[in-house]
């Protein structure tokens, strides 16, 4: 990619606000809601500002996306009337947004409590006495393991069964279903606003295994989906196997349950779309392919070391990359490490002269480090870390993590984002 995703993302979400403050009270007259479509519009433009946050970590950027979101909602469902407050409120909730988009690195310092407790005054003073708790409670969403993915807010559960949607978690790999296609997840946000509306995202980065694991050959990004789309029909939708998707059930307070999607015979031309069964395999088995050829290159030209070396022959003080870090090399590096870790010392890596990376590299460095761990030794970057491996990590998720996720001690680019250029 030319141009970095936090930078597409501000692009596009300013491309969108840039007639808010002249459509947003063109919507309503004295008796209502004029211009529904114009509406519709509006809300979709805080739908994607707040997913694409979402995807990119930008937290108080989502919060207050969710908050403009949620009163937009109510008025497309005519729970709320659009009286002047309203559209003024709502009119400076988007100036605020406006201008976190600035610097959106900043953005999760920006002061926005005020602003969300007088978007939350709105929406308390249209809801039913029942409803309110249902505006701070949370409710945990499961894997059909057992493992919990989401925890969402319980009001943005009810709107989207009250106006008749179907709830799915699907899983997505950013390695096969974006990068590799040439598309970056603000293209797959995109293409699912057109269907449904995206409640909540997440990467899991930390599913990686440590070295003495075979190369995993998915990054997950997981979706929680609301769409009016049923079963039989909504994986033309997501185009990635039904093991991919599962259907939320809310049957039990508190927690919200998930199961795989059944198979389905039903043709899904009639909505255009033709999924081939044996894509999926297909792709991982030339994955898996790929990597045992580029293993065979890479124990072939070991003694070469290519431009991949520790800075003395074994000596494992210091690893020093360079070049391209990609799938193909994707052996080299990994018996590097192992050497390094087989050595039993700590030792620096040196990433200053990377060029170019892919995923695969930021799993094969996770699992570094995650086995450096569990051997008791310390890996420590030496120099700066280029601003390419930063912009990848971010896509990946990692800047989405904390030290309280299950990540590696010490791993150093858990909350690396970069500015857009």
Not at 190 to 214: A, H, I, N, W
Not at 216 to 225: A, D, G, M, N, T
Not at 237 to 258: C, K, M, N
Not at 349 to 371: G, H, I, N, P
Request: hydrophobic share 45%; with cysteine.
């Amino acid at each position: 990619m030319e141009e970095g995703v936090i930078q597409m993302f501000v692009d596009e979400a300013r491309e969108r606000l840039a007639n808010i403050e002249a459509e947003l009270p063109e919507i309503a007259n004295g008796s209502g809601i004029q211009d529904p479509e114009l509406l519709n519009t509006i809300f979709r433009t805080a739908h994607f500002i707040k997913s694409g946050a979402c995807f990119l970590g930008l937290r108080a950027i989502r919060t207050l996306a969710h908050r403009i979101e949620n009163v937009l909602g109510l008025l497309r469902s005519r729970d709320m009337e659009p009286s002047t407050t309203v559209i003024n409120t709502v009119l400076i909730a988007f100036g605020v947004l406006d201008e976190m988009l600035d610097d959106v690195d900043a953005s999760d310092a920006a002061d926005i409590e005020p602003l969300i407790e007088a978007l939350l005054g709105l929406i308390s003073a249209c809801l039913p006495g029942e409803r309110l708790p249902a505006l701070v409670e949370t409710r945990e969403v499961l894997l059909p393991d057992g493992r919990p993915i989401f925890r969402v807010c319980e009001h943005d559960l009810i709107q989207a069964r009250r106006a008749g949607n179907f709830l799915y978690v699907v899983e997505y790999d950013l390695i096969h279903d974006v990068m590799q296609k040439g598309k970056t997840p603000l293209d797959l946000l995109r293409f699912l606003e057109k269907s449904g509306m995206l409640l909540d995202c997440r990467t899991d980065p930390s599913g990686v295994g440590d070295l003495d694991q075979d190369i995993s050959r998915r990054v997950p990004l997981y979706i929680l989906y609301a769409t009016i789309l049923e079963e039989d029909l909504v994986r033309a939708v997501f185009q990635v196997d039904s093991r991919y998707i599962h259907t939320v059930r809310l049957e039990e307070p508190g927690i919200a349950l998930t199961a795989p999607l059944a198979q389905h015979e039903a043709s899904m031309t009639s909505l255009g779309v033709t999924i081939d069964e044996g894509e999926l395999d297909d792709m991982e088995a030339a994955f898996d392919k790929s990597l045992a050829q580029a293993e065979e290159l890479a124990h072939a030209a070991a003694e070469e070391a290519l431009d991949t070396e520790p800075d003395e022959a074994e000596n494992f003080n210091c690893i020093t990359l360079s070049g391209r870090l990609t799938i193909e090399r994707a052996p080299e590096f990994k018996d590097l490490f192992l050497k390094a870790l087989d050595a039993g010392v700590d030792f620096d890596v040196d990433m200053t002269a990377v060029e170019s990376v892919d995923v695969t590299f930021l799993q094969v460095l996770w699992a570094a480090y995650k086995s450096a761990e569990k051997r008791g030794l310390c890996i420590s970057v030496a120099g700066s870390i280029p601003d390419e491996l930063k912009e990848t990590a971010a896509l990946a998720g990692f800047a989405d993590l904390s030290g309280e996720t299950q990540c590696p001690a010490g791993f150093p680019l858990l909350g690396e984002r970069i500015k857009g250029e």
